[in-house]
């Protein structure tokens, strides 16, 4: 019996090490950028994988900025952020951004997935200059993974030419 179950700690060992070097090697579609993010090049993959094992359930991050690219469809728009503000709150990330819009972004012909955003992107970076056409390169806080993905606070806009 003793053998046995030496033979399954072994084995659940052997398990975990290549799960870890799975997410390890897995960071090859990303690239880390000056900023501190990591570019996201297979958002619609990166949606998947952030999405809670148990529904209804949320996994929060402290230090995470991911950066990627979409053509804005709809936004922004005001947002209620009640949740969001506990979790800045719970993560303890300073300085907060000020949040009261989402807007939605497609990453993939026909996948679009929403966004919040802080108000200076809101004021300067989009005032007047969403344009359905152009590709954007977004960049934020992935501070919480829910139902529908990544909740993604952006905090810059970089509009990147048409397509």
Do not use: C
Request: charge should be neutral; charged fraction near 25%.
């Amino acid at each position: 019996m003793r053998l046995s179950e030496l033979k399954r700690g072994y084995y659940l060992i052997w398990v975990l090490a290549v799960v870890l070097l799975v997410v390890l090697w897995h960071g090859s579609e990303s690239r880390a950028s000056e900023a501190g993010e990591v570019f996201v090049a297979d958002m619609p993959s990166f949606v998947e994988r952030n999405k809670p094992v148990v529904a209804g359930s949320r996994t929060l991050f402290t230090d995470r900025r991911v950066a990627f690219e979409g053509r804005i469809v709809q936004g922004p728009s005001p947002q209620q952020v009640d949740y969001l503000k506990e979790a800045f709150a719970v993560t303890r990330i300073y300085p907060v951004p000020e949040v009261a819009h989402s807007l939605f972004v497609e990453i993939a012909p026909g996948r679009v997935i929403p966004v919040y955003v802080a108000r200076p992107v809101v004021e300067s970076e989009l005032a007047g200059v969403i344009d359905g056409e152009r590709r954007y390169r977004l960049a934020g806080i992935h501070l919480y993974n829910y139902s529908k993905g990544p909740a993604i606070v952006v905090d810059r806009v970089e509009a990147l030419g048409s397509e």
